[in-house]
């Protein structure tokens, strides 16, 4: 999603950095770019629809400066277009921004019937008519900010520029991350970490309602009511700081192979021998868990919940962050809530996590990036270690997510009693192994190149399971329509001919998985009610099954808390062979973004 990045300097150019962080943010996703920087007391701004490569052929060669800002849009408001994108200027003001401002068309009335004029349909020009008003009116930037947090309603993290001022950039934040990092005689502003990486590891993070000062040897943060904060100088932890795609032709690919690795490290602490699953936190006190997470994420709960009720007796409901925020959720002292993200910066997911927060329950989180803003609102939290992720498509963070999930089931049926020891040995054992597990399934590429081909120009797939099995058709299905823009649904097996059965026709693929020996056989049966009205089916499975127009791809028989990483391979892969024929932008799809910081 959008993306911002800010440097002031004594003496160094800062268009490059600014260029520079803009190209480490694009994998989250934007359809336009600007920046806009000062020089000799002039005001430039440049801005196009389209990629940061068109925005550094747009900068004149000549453009230098030492203080500047820029940003990447995925919009919201407004279409996309040049006159949309960031930074907008208003009187004295510019500035970029990430977020909502929820409240901007009131906000818009009141700055029109005071005389101010806009160009775009952006909430963000909303915002910087704002500043400027206050900014005139009080003539002080100090209480300008305040009056602004006081009156938008919203996320907003804001970059701004000061025609006035020109050796300092402004920052204000409220449910959208940013940082500030720490240089040389040279200091960066950033919504990500990542952007700024590479001149310097250390930063402030901005909390919610903070706003601050920033020039080439300062950096002075304030809280609401303009008193300065003493904040901690953070230094960056993370590992794998640089991913580049290596010998693979796409991100996705490269994380899906990656898995045979990914998986290991996230589970190694908690593998080597049973009494290591008691270094996982103690869920024995829990009457429940609830699971609240998007996407992909979300789906990694499914598979936990199937876990948890099966395995470790307790009960467990899965949420989408989006509903849940905004709903009664029965909430009490026996009720884990349990949030994960990959990003650790979804919008919902965040201020789901506040709500639980607020009423004080407790709350456990499953995320990929290390200091994250949902990382660093939690109780305690549980790491992923699936590195970077680039493509949009979420593969080696969502099998971290549910191998965790999975150490977790298995640590609470160990602790409550509830399977055998030399059971949970095995288990571990099979963990140990999950890299040779992984190979074959990773290395039959033939057989998804294969299906690919015979589905590439369908229009129509759907994917079916019963219970865990459902949950892997879900995230199977999402896996497909996002990168190859292929309609496709999933469906709980037994559920189809209740409805959605008459939109099976000749040749239509259906995909399923049977990997619960329990149940198994009645999906054979759903798959045998949509053969007989002409589908074409693909089932995963463990199991010996030969059956007349069924393309079996078969997996290693391994327990339950494993067989979920195995049975999703086919379905990742089978996705990105499909949008390769179809020639789709298979790391960065359309309209999506990796990090979603908007609701
Ligand atoms: C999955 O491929 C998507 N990129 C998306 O569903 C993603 O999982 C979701 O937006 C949640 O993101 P998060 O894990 O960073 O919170």
Redo the contacts with the bound molecule.
Sequence with gaps: MCGIVGSVSTKTNVIPILLDGLKTLEYRGYDSAGLAYIKDGNLIINKVKGRVKDLENHISKESNSNIGIAHTRWATHGKVNETNAHPHNVGKITIVHNGIIENFSKLKHKLEEKGYEFKSESDTEIAAGLLDYYYKKYENIDKAIQKFMKKVDGSYAICMLINDNPNTIYVIKKDSPLIIGKGNNENYIASDVPAILKYTKNYYILEDYEYGKITNNNITIYDKEGNILKKELKEYQGSDLTSDKGIYEHYMLKEIIEQQTTIRKTVNPYINNIKDLLKLPDLTKYERIDII?????MHAGLTAKYLFEQYSNTKCEVFLASEYRYQNNFLNNNVLSIF????G??AD?LAALKKVKEEKYDTLGIVNVKESSIARALDKVLYTEAGTEIA???TK?YTSQVALLSVLALSLAYRKKLIKEEKINKILEEFRSITQILTPILEDTITYENIAKEIYEKSDIFYIGRTIDYALAMEGS??LK?ISYIHSEAYAAGELKHGTISLITKDTPVFASATNKYINAKTISNLKEVIARGAKCYLITDEDIKEDNIKVIKIKKVSMFIKPLLTIIPYQLIAYYTAKLKGCDIDKPRN?A???TVE
């Design positions: 997470a998007c996407g992909t994420a994960i993200s990959q990003s910066e979804t997911t949009v498509a979420s963070a999402l896996k996002e999506l990796k990090s979603v």
